[in-house]
Each structure stands twice: as structure tokens, then as C-alpha cells.
């Protein structure tokens, strides 16, 4: 299946180059579209913060890579317990590498959200 997803072409900085466009800040994508994410640190993750992708449900979403900032960290429980209740399943990594994986994943076609804290 043919996938328009966004490629991540850069990150640092504070941002992230997005299809060849400069967003500053964190990023988040669900359903192939690319919007600010207000989150700046891993103990800012909760369920509200990630309400699009929990919304989207598994219909749209196989699972979340989360891109906890410049090292990687377990995400709350509480975050883990909402994405496993919709069936998501979960990929955190530290931001660079959740990037990385976030377009490999799409270049396949997969059905990938994603939720990276700005490095």
C-alpha cells in the first residue's frame, strides 16, 4: 500500500526538518501528517500528551515510536498501560534513533506514528 507518510530528514538544533520543511520543537506524526507537539521532556509524556495517536487507534496505527530526547528512558507506565488498552504497540528509543526508525518503518509502508521530543 502506497504511503504518504513525511520523511524526517534532520533533527537538532531544537527542531526537526520535516519534507524539507524547518519545525522547530518537538514533532508529532499521526496519520501521515506532521504537527507541533508541545512535550519537551519524558516527564511530560502522558496519555493527554499523545491523545491523537490513542484517538487514531490501532485502525490507524500499528504502534508508536517515541523519541524520549537526547537519551533514551523508560516512558511512565501510565502512557504504556493507555497505548496497550488501543492495541498500539510501543518502539522508544533516545530522538536520533527513533528518527531512524521512524523512516525505515514508513519507507515500508508500515502504519507508524510518531512522537519525538526536540534534541
Known amino acids: 500500500m502506497a504511503r504518504d507518510a513525511p520523511s524526517i530528514d534532520a ?5 526537526f ?9 518537538s514533532l ?3 496519520d501521515d501528517a ?24 490501532r485502525a ?3 504502534f508508536l515510536v517515541l523519541g524520549m530526547g537526547a ?3 523508560l516512558p511512565p507506565r501510565e502512557l504504556r498501560e493507555a497505548l496497550a488498552r488501543t492495541g498500539i504497540g510501543l518502539e522508544f528509543l533516545d530522538t536520533p534513533g527513533a528518527a531512524q526508525l521512524y523512516n525505515v518503518l514508513t519507507s515500508e509502508g508500515r502504519r507508524i506514528a510518531c512522537a519525538l521530543i526536540a534534541v
Open 71 to 73: 537519551a533514551n528512558a
Open 34 to 57: 506532521a504537527r507541533d507537539w508541545p512535550v519537551t521532556s519524558p516527564a511530560e509524556l502522558t496519555p493527554d500528551a499523545l491523545a491523537p495517536v490513542l484517538i487514531a487507534g
Open 28 to 30: 508529532l506524526i499521526v
Open 11 to 15: 533533527y537538532g538544533e531544537g527542531g
Open 17 to 25: 526538518r520535516v519534507a524539507g520543511e524547518w519545525r522547530p520543537g
Open 60 to 62: 490507524s496505527v500499528e
